[in-house]
């Protein structure tokens, strides 16, 4: 299916690796010109220039920490000023650490909502006005399911995406009026870094090892395997596409109708 992408500008946040990097690789495949925002540049670099050698399409890498306000600007401005224009938003810069109360410092809560939460919060609000200017766009914010499924044991990870989906829902009423879509698309379990170090913070909180906590994870997850990063990325890019045209507000699970309780027992 053509999703109507070509000729799109489009901006992935953590682009780098994992979720992001499928994404930003879908878009290009698409017929997007793709800039990516990751704070590691010689893997920001490393990914584009992959990127690029699979689609055939340029991809403009800026570094940049979308914990800091300062790096957040100069990337929608290098990006602007590359590209004239930016019709397509994916955050997916936001990790988060694991771990029970009892185990997690106030520096821990401050740094997941600092980058999950209010990362999103500047990336939105340094491209939301542009958008508005031009009446059209698209935000898909890639947040996690421990905001609409809560587990203690991913606490911090929870709370931020919780405040994600609230605040995701207020700005696609707030500027649908002006032709801007605002989504989230939320997966559990995903193959990737981040979930390595969670599932040994699980061995860690559980008194298990990592492959019994392995097998506590995939019993959790109804289809019986962790997800791929790709697949993420499938639904990303279709809510940013013309093809979900009258789809906003919306907060897709991508989990595999993942089962917390089984985590919390």
């Known amino acids: 299916m053509d999703l109507g992408l070509a000729g799109s500008v489009a901006v992935v946040t953590g682009g780098s690796k994992g979720i992001g990097r499928a994404t930003a690789e879908t878009l290009a495949k698409e017929g997007c010109e793709?800039?990516?925002?990751?704070?590691?540049?010689?893997?920001?670099?490393?990914?584009?220039?992959?990127?690029?050698?699979e689609t055939g399409t340029s991809v403009f890498a800026v570094a940049g920490d979308m914990s800091k306000g300062e790096d957040v600007k100069h990337a929608v401005d290098a990006i602007l000023e590359r590209f004239g224009k930016i019709d397509v938003l994916v955050t997916c810069a936001g990790s988060s650490p694991g771990g029970v109360l009892e185990e997690l410092t106030e520096d821990e809560w401050m740094s997941s909502l600092n980058l999950k939460f209010m990362g999103y919060v500047r990336s939105c609000s340094a491209i939301l006005?542009?958008?508005?200017?031009?009446?059209?766009?698209?935000?898909?914010?890639?947040?996690?399911?421990?905001?609409?499924?809560p587990t203690p044991w991913?606490?911090?990870?929870?709370?931020?995406?919780?405040?994600?989906?609230?605040?995701?829902?207020?700005?696609?009423?707030?500027?649908?009026?002006?032709?801007?879509?605002?989504?989230?698309?939320?997966?559990?379990?995903?193959n990737t870094d981040r979930w390595d170090g969670l599932e040994k913070t699980l061995a860690r909180d559980k008194g298990l090892s990592q492959e019994d906590a392995h097998v506590v994870a995939l019993r959790s997850l109804p289809l019986g395997r962790i997800c791929e990063p790709q697949e993420v990325a499938n639904v990303a890019v279709?809510?940013?596409?013309?093809?979900?045209?009258?789809?906003t507000g919306t907060h897709v699970l991508v989990d595999g109708a993942q089962q917390k309780d089984i985590l919390d027992t």
């Open 34 to 53: 793709v800039a990516i925002i990751a704070r590691d540049a010689e893997r920001l670099e490393k990914a584009a220039q992959e990127i690029e050698g």
């Open 129 to 149: 006005p542009h958008m508005r200017e031009r009446g059209s766009g698209s935000i898909v914010l890639v947040v996690g399911n421990d905001g609409p499924k």
């Open 154 to 190: 991913e606490l911090t990870a929870g709370v931020a995406n919780a405040a994600d989906l609230n605040f995701a829902s207020a700005i696609a009423t707030q500027y649908a009026k002006f032709g801007i879509r605002v989504n989230t698309v939320n997966p559990g379990p995903v």
């Open 238 to 247: 279709f809510l940013a596409s013309p093809r979900a045209s009258y789809v």
